[in-house]
């Protein structure tokens, strides 16, 4: 059981263009949404994360919205750039006892110069 | 950079054989997390470990087990390896009771 659904699977944004990736979860005891970056041959890095007691989250080009009553959260990348092409996960977090990561099975950005 | 390493980078085994992975964590940081990212897909968490003990684990077989130091440095073992086994082992460190997890760059293991 796939218990966070993200899309789309790729995507291909003009250079300034605005980059939007979605996700979608199942498990209402989920209290964590972070977002990671992952360049091939490395790690998935922590790029944003949101709680569901705000509606959005910003950082710099990066934000996240949160709708809790649709179970879906997405990340909107402004004035995308080259450099933000990478494969971007959702995940979520809430079990209780242990904090352990439900990720989304990643959107392939390309960001075209 | 997140402080996390991992050695070694790149392995390569036989079916049937064992290996063992090992990761440090980010200074002052007492849990860590291992998960599995098969080529294409987004990582699966395997288990965790705090206190040196494990603190919960995922949908993997007990061929795949951990260890945790004192100093919280990890090793992920993987006993009787089979071809599905090769992925991307990725270590993630965070401080108990927080939700940021913080990954080192990953273990390329190739079963062949």
């Known amino acids: 059981q796939q218990q966070v659904k993200q899309s789309p699977q790729s995507l291909i944004v003009q250079k300034g263009g605005i980059s939007i990736i979605n996700c979608a979860y199942e498990?209402?005891?989920?209290?964590?949404f972070p977002w990671y970056q992952q360049f091939p041959g490395k790690g998935p890095a922590l790029l944003i994360a949101?709680?569901?007691?705000?509606s959005e989250k910003k950082e710099g080009r990066f934000t996240i919205s949160f709708n809790k009553s649709a179970k879906q959260f997405s990340l909107h990348i402004m004035d995308s750039q080259p450099g933000d092409s990478a494969t971007y996960f959702c995940?979520?977090?809430?079990?209780?006892?242990?904090?352990?990561?439900?990720f989304g099975k990643g959107t392939m950005l390309l960001v075209s110069p | 950079e997140t402080g996390v390493t991992q050695s070694p980078t790149h392995l390569i085994k036989t079916r049937g054989q064992q290996v063992t992975l090992r990761c440090s964590s980010q200074?002052?940081?007492?849990?860590v997390s291992w998960y599995q990212q098969a080529l294409g897909q987004g990582p699966q968490f395997i288990f965790q470990?705090?206190?040196?003990?494990?603190?919960g684990r995922g949908n993997f077989p007990p061929r795949f087990s951990g260890l945790q130091f004192p100093n919280y440095s990890s090793e992920l073992n993987v006993n009787a390896l089979e071809l599905d086994d090769s992925a991307l082992y990725l270590c993630?460190?965070?401080?108990?009771?927080?939700?940021?997890?913080?990954f080192g760059p990953g273990t390329r293991l190739t079963v062949t």
């Open positions: 995940a979520a977090n809430g079990n209780s006892g242990y904090s352990t990561l439900t």
């Open positions: 470990y705090y206190r040196e003990e494990e603190n």
């Open positions: 993630a460190s965070s401080l108990k009771g927080r939700d940021e997890q913080y």
């Open positions: 949101i709680r569901p007691d705000v």
């Open positions: 498990n209402t005891a989920f209290d964590y």
């Open positions: 200074s002052g940081h007492n849990t």
